[in-house]
């Protein structure tokens, strides 16, 4: 056996370094951080190449005091705690008393600073741990600090370290995150003699957001805001549809902290499920801010990483947040036509314009005037508000309309809810029947059989029929009671692959909640006594297979597997693009859609329905500007 050694100053320093210093990027986050500690509200950070010849950081914070200089670089030297029991109380970035010491031992460090009441202040030099130079000088307050040659005297440290180019956009992803996490300082780039960047320190979550992601971006995204027992949850998430194929546009801040926290970003995601695609993540930047004796973020090194005392608290802060924002500030996606709206006129001199009406060629004459059909859509009347009152309980929302076609008689409507058995749910929908302010809902059409063309007030909206029906008979499903169950008179038995069998006749009890009473026979057979009305008619033994395979692929927790059974089941008996739909159908569908906000995306987050606003064609066709 080897002999022990207790290793010398320097060595151990160099190995604790390697915890902090990890490549220039990391150099900036400690010296920033510093930097805000230090209550400064403008930074500039300065770097060439990469970071890795030379880092300067200037701020106008509290500065070091003469004295306090060389205190500074010693390992565990730090001003902002005392003793053990200020660790549950850290309201700094910092704590730790590492950085400085960690930098100046693997590279060359300047350090001017003047402290606020001093007249005079320090210049220091610090190389590979070694003092090298420490004498007054005259300097603005606040402190500037220069880094050169990071890891000269650690070349196998050197030797991991990427292209100037990757490190300086590892800086730059670093600077952009401090910028976010604190709109109120005024944070400045300058890369290679370039300035990149530059916050104006206004305090307002949106301008940062604008300069560090850009405008457009910073336009799309919908405020969030909370507050739950001592947790408040504020910042900016992206609309559903806007969801990246990356998790690289997430930023989330604990008490000014920029953290990884799977708990937080499993939040959000959560709240986006069923609104975003698969495969799809949210963008965002959220605040969150919980008593500072509630999390640990002492358990890394970069202290990136938190831990805290009751995370279901912040879940569900975060998740009910995120949730809200989302079903209150969440719109349709538009259609803007790109192409610029086309003005001959204005482009033409008279002269220019006969021509090309010379040359045109005569319109060809209408041969066939029978070939052109006008299609009309039939008027949906509605019955007077005192109908209401008068009509017997058992009466449907179908028959309160009477649908009267091109020929002006009166024809019965194809479509249309069944009787409802609960007299509740029958006053409830008459109660929408008779509410005047509700917008009106003109069926324009339908486009492939596929496609609702609807208007409402100052828009047109394109319908995705299948998207529309199948999300609405799975917010049916989840909402558990109002999904209707028909009794068949003779049950449907299947004889299925003995896994299957076994997923179905473990999971009874869920399938019932989806409207399926299922009988075990034995013998890998079953018997279905009862479906879903909505599924009458739909191929049930394919569809035990399928929701015996939905059940098997989810192996995790409960709900999901709940939430994908109905998946199957909502996805089966949707209307099916390319299908044959009424107009008093397209109608009914139109107002689920138009008058919730709970229908925006299929339960796969495709869009249900895209909105032209009215200016939009306008702009188009040249009537306005
Ligand atoms: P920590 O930040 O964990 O305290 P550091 O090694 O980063 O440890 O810094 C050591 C100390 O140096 C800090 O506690 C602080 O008092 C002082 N300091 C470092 N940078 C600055 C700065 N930019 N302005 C004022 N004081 C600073
Ligand atoms: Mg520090």
Avoid: W
């Amino acid at each position: 056996m080897p002999k022990i050694n207790v290793l010398p100053k320097n060595v151990a320093e160099l190995i604790a370094a390697g915890e902090v210093v990890e490549r220039p990027a990391s150099v900036i986050k400690e010296l920033i951080e510093n930097s805000i500690d230090a209550g400064a509200d403008t930074i500039t950070v300065e770097i060439q190449n990469g970071g890795i010849s030379y880092m300067r950081i200037t701020d106008n914070g509290c500065g070091i005091s003469g004295e306090d200089v060389p205190l500074a670089f010693l390992r565990h030297a730090t001003s902002k705690i005392k003793e053990d029991n200020d660790l549950n109380y850290i309201s700094t970035l910092g704590f730790r008393g590492e950085a400085l010491a960690a930098v100046s031992s693997v590279s060359r460090v300047e350090l001017l600073t003047c402290s606020e009441n001093e007249e005079i202040g320090t210049h220091y030099v610090i190389e590979g741990g070694q003092e090298a130079l420490y004498e007054e000088a005259g300097c603005p307050k606040g402190t500037t600090i220069i880094i050169r040659d990071l890891f000269y005297n650690t070349p196998a440290r050197m030797k991991f370290l990427k292209k100037d180019v990757s490190e300086a956009n590892a800086c730059a992803a670093v600077v952009d995150r401090i910028a976010l996490s604190h709109p109120e300082i005024s944070i400045k780039f300058i890369r290679d003699g370039k300035q990149t960047l530059n916050t104006s320190g206004d305090g307002q979550i949106k301008t940062a957001v604008y300069s560090v992601l850009g405008r457009e971006f910073a336009n799309s995204l919908i405020e969030c805001e909370g507050e739950f027992g001592g947790i408040t949850v504020s910042g900016l998430i992206c609309k559903p549809v806007s969801c990246k194929p990356t998790r690289n546009n997430q930023f989330t801040f604990l008490n000014g902290r920029l953290v990884r926290s799977g708990t937080i970003i499993t939040a959000v995601e959560q709240a986006y499920k069923n609104s975003a695609m698969i495969g799809k993540f949210p963008v965002f930047v959220l605040y969150v801010s919980v008593p500072f004796d509630t999390v640990d973020v002492n358990v890394h090194p970069a202290k990136t990483e938190v831990r805290f005392s009751d995370e279901k608290r912040i879940f569900d802060s975060v998740y009910a947040s995120v949730k809200n924002a989302l079903s209150k500030g969440d719109t349709r996606p538009e259609i803007k036509i790109t192409q610029p709206a086309f003005n001959r006129f204005e482009r033409m001199t008279t002269e220019q314009f006969k021509q090309t009406v010379i040359k045109t060629e005569p319109l060809k004459e209408i041969t066939k005037p029978e070939q052109v059909k006008i299609v009309t859509e039939p008027v949906i009347k509605k019955e007077p508000k005192s109908f209401a009152f008068e009509a017997p309980k058992n009466t449907t929302f179908a028959d309160t309309y009477s649908f009267v076609g091109n020929d002006g008689k009166k024809t019965e409507p194809v479509y249309a809810p069944k009787a409802q058995s609960k007299d509740v749910l029958i006053e409830k929908e008459l109660d929408e029947i008779i509410d005047e302010d509700k917008p009106v809902i003109t069926i324009i059409g339908q486009a492939f059989n596929t496609y609702i063309i609807a208007q409402m007030d100052d828009s047109i909206f394109m319908i995705d029929k299948h998207a529309a029906h199948e999300r609405i008979l799975f917010n049916k499903l989840k909402s558990q009671h109002k999904i209707e169950v028909q009794a068949l008179l003779t049950p449907i038995t299947a004889n299925l692959q003995k896994d299957e069998y076994n997923a179905i006749i473990n999971n009874l009890d869920l399938l019932l909640s989806a409207g399926f009473e299922i009988d075990d026979f034995g013998a890998s057979t079953v018997a279905v006594r009862a479906i879903p009305t909505t599924l009458v008619g739909e191929d049930i033994v394919s569809l035990l297979s399928e929701m015996a395979e939905s059940i098997l692929t989810t192996k995790s927790v409960q709900i999901e597997r709940e939430e994908n059974l109905f998946h199957t089941v909502a996805c089966k008996a949707a209307i099916k693009a390319g299908s044959h739909t009424s107009v008093a159908e397209m109608k009914d569908l139109a107002e689920k859609v138009l008058l919730s906000k709970d229908i925006m995306y299929c339960p796969h987050g495709r869009p249900v329905a895209y909105e032209i606003k009215k200016r939009e064609l306008e702009k188009q066709f040249g009537r306005i500007q």
